[in-house]
């Protein structure tokens, strides 16, 4: 790994500076939009970051990678979005707009990033970041410039977008030595906590995330639905967790994730003037198809489907949003609106769900194929979920691990000695 | 507990959209106080929940149960504090602001939360929360609108009445079997580390907490003078930590909550011209007593008067909280003020005050009554304090103990041998 | 320790409180700046003070003492610049942007606690915060009033001044007895990720950083150069890391803490007109000269120079600081601007550069010459490092330890056993 990984790094580093000097320049725009764009970029660091760090041994790949990946895919993310939306007289304009939608790219990757985690080397990460970036700044295009649906919140173009596109190449990288339960695909208590840390800033300032590039006038409006609706998923998610449990008991993965399946699903049409109580049933729903999800779905997934969704993004990122999608068209065809000077359409709506959906598994499941390719060298499957495969790891941890050997072989040595006795009285 | 919680809570998150249904709507406020809002929400969800994560087996209900009530009870604060406030045509109207006051309103539930943490179940937490947030808005309506008293920082209709209502709730709740040392009710390295996130984000953005809901005028008064109220208070707790301590040594629990007690005691008048000097005066006062209390206060309560207090919050909410109100009054007498076009009187201040901590301790006391009935179905004593009562745990934290166990009965055994070979030797 | 640090912390705020009421008042000022401050102040509390929270044993001190530091410090802070920058009629006036230069001035005293972190006593910290707040303020008199120079995001006054300052204090405060391999001078796998909050805090916020106090019209350009800056110099240090180790593995240190380096050296000449892609090299360049000095410089300087830097500062703070302050000149040199109504020059930076590096030095000595006086009472080598000289510690945490003992003991009796069966049969 160390001059692959390194050399691929330095290098796109390299590039990325040069097409920058090239092609980007100031934009003379105010910083109102910087409040926002902060919130968006604590989501993308500490909440993704800490949200998948739940694994026991994986928290430093987790909060680590998800760093180098947004540090990467943002400066890839203002390159692409800005060739794509052309820019004035060929030079791309950084406003704080430009920066809250390159964190926005990074998220897809991010999304991506927890279907494959633990799977997946450092040098693959890269190039399925500049992979994803690239093909979801494409199709974002398409669903605003070309389709010209809304979708202000991105439960589309990001969430169902990531999630479908992980799920492809955690399909094509499937491994079937991971299907016996291992170990290290458990938490511990402390994990479970710093992932809290992750679930809880992002729940805090998703309002903002789904009202950072919505208009100046529906930003109130958005704000409020998604608080709303957070709010009434997190009380269905607590209820239907205790619900399904034999004994009652809350499922740690289900506060941490389906909790946040509200904010997803209300993204598409939460600028829109849907009413509060709207709001929370679009979020009590996710809740209840995020928690069934996790609960019925990703076992049969990964048993039948070779599916293994390491952090569920399809609960939390794949079905919400796509109910997200579908709640669009609903509220479109119900209450006609107009965006961006545009009048939405039930077609136009369906048509920017079905697309991405579409392109993400296909784009995906090319980009696993990519990675599949044996000049990446795959990690065994005895290193997955496993930092130090990657990291030096502080040696200390493993003193209980110590103990339990010697008194295993203490134990070994004395019934020898006993049987020995055992002759000789 | 499976169903009597998810169907509570399930039937009350149906209630709620109907009832936001029917009441509420969108206000055409501006989005200018929602930098405050964000502060007040991770001081809410963040701050609240860790602080309370110190307990070493009890940080899942911690964090988890106050995202719980929080999320539950900011739908209902927003129902009841606007039934009450009239508004226009018999609707509610959701702006910023009320927001703002929705998370406040929550924050009495959480602290009383603190007084009963690890003794009550999840079921009886969902009817503390609508009945202490439905008396919190009753109660705040007679101190602002009726006794037209001020209280912008919230030291009295927050802090002192969640503390006092606390204290009367788990009072009535009242545990013998609980007097002996626990050693749940410990906590460990890093749950204390974690503890001081919480402890952390609270003190940071305190100043937003008082000035959320002041003038804009008074906005920058009430920031100054919580920022030096809280610098001054965390130098004096670290101060008498050390003093109080034989051998000099900080108490984390005195630097976890006590540095907090300024920005309590400063509430009331923060937003009143009383010189930073003053701020700093009042909130190295609340350290002091904070420290006290804890230190000489909370082993009396608890031997003596049976109020088991988990967290403490008599320290760092009731006392500092009393302290606030106190305040308010003697500068009310000393330098009259207008305030939203009424003169403060030290009448109305002083009514203010002990209503406040009258309703609290009846209501609470009445609260504890409902909660001790048998329908709920109390956890055993040797089940407090212990996650795994209400959660799915992960197991590995348990091999500590595997091996101590391990360990000891190994020893056991070779006892009995050493006797038999003693015999035959 | 404890009537030296408590008398010293009680009656240091006494003086404060008096010195507030005598000489500062309200400054009638906005609450633009408010955004920015809460930013800092997240950066400062949470962000060092879990940073440094990475040493297995030590992190009730680093993020405890480092909230004590600045509490303490922002009060002084206040007071120092507000008599070196005049006042009106001789008062100090309390405004945001106040505000955010006391905490900013605290900034110093927490690098150099980074240097001396493990080695000193709460109360040496006390002396250390006043001696070094006061230069600092000294300093930047200097440079921004005398020099006229340019260091908007403060690589120069805060970051250089504050290592080599902190460099200086633990040169002379020299343990010989630390050099050999000290067990808790490492981290764990939890600890490590604690340190990542701090880490992400700081690098999600830099922004504001060198932005809160930049001219109005300036400001996004100084977001915008930090955010590529730093995204730049994150994917450079992974590169790095990886590069350097034998096997290719990332290293925590680095990645916490040489991530950063490209906030810092962005600093002075954030606020001009320097072209994004000219901001990227400046990261990435911070970036290598931090990874190569953690890997090559460090070891070196502990044990050919008798400098033990804890915390790396030299490699965050000190090369990276330099390197801001070259970068400034060169720009200087090749662009000039106006900064508040003055001509840039190479003269002024140049000296603003050398003037601070020499003034952290030799005032860095003297305080540690102040320091190393045996009224302090210097804790014994083998008590650093460890929390529970200046904590009470939960005693949970000695369990695997009171395992491993009781393990050995155990053992040690059988030997002794089976020597004496030995002899029998």
Sequence with gaps: MRFKFSITALLLEVIFIILFGVFVEYDAGSVDLYAYFKDVHVMIFIGFGFLMAFLKKYGFSSVGINMLIAALGLQWGTLIQGFLHGGVGGKIRISIKSMINADFSTATALISFGAVLGKTSPVQMLFLTLLEIAIFALNEYLVMEILQATDTGASMTIHAFGAYFGLAVTLILYRPGLQNKYENKNSTYHSDIFAMIGTLFLWIFWPSFNSAIAAEGDKIKTIINTYYALAACAVVTFGLSSLLDQRGKFSMV???????????????????????????????????????????????????????????????????????????????????ETKRGVQLTVGRQTAALSGTVGIALLSGALTGAILKLSMWGQIPDQNCFDDSAYWEVPEEEKLPEILLNNYNEHSRVESTMWTFIGCRI
Tied chains: 1, 2, 3.
């Design 254 to 336: 289900l506060i941490q994730n389906a909790t946040l399946a509200g904010g997803v699903a209300v993204g598409t049409c939460a600028d829109l003037a849907i009413h509060p109580f709207v709001a929370m049933c679009i979020g009590s729903i996710a809740g209840t198809i995020s928690v069934l999800g996790f609960r019925f779905l990703t076992p049969v997934l990964a048993s039948k489907m070779k599916i293994q969704d390491t952090c569920g993004v399809h609960n939390l990122h794949g079905l919400p949003g796509i109910l997200g999608g579908i709640a669009g068209i609903i509220v479109t065809a119900v209450q006609p």
